[in-house]
């Protein structure tokens, strides 16, 4: 696994579990990011990597 999608994936879970709200770990280009699921919006060009639930598993 790319390194640095495991650690994208590491804090998006951790921040979900701290915020206590879904976050989405996306992909823009060659970068990673995390926001908010809700800030979200269908027409964003993001390659949505997998969303975090507090709570749920990762």
């Given at each position: 696994m790319n390194t640095d999608l495991s650690i994208a994936q590491n804090h998006a879970f951790q921040l979900s579990r701290t915020l206590m709200v879904p976050v989405t770990l996306f992909r823009?280009?060659?970068?990673f990011g995390v926001l908010s699921s809700?800030?979200?919006?269908?027409?964003?060009?993001?390659?949505i990597v997998h969303?975090?639930?507090p709570g749920g598993s990762h």
């Open positions: 823009s280009g060659d970068e809700d800030e979200l919006d269908d027409e964003d060009d993001l390659e969303e975090y639930v």
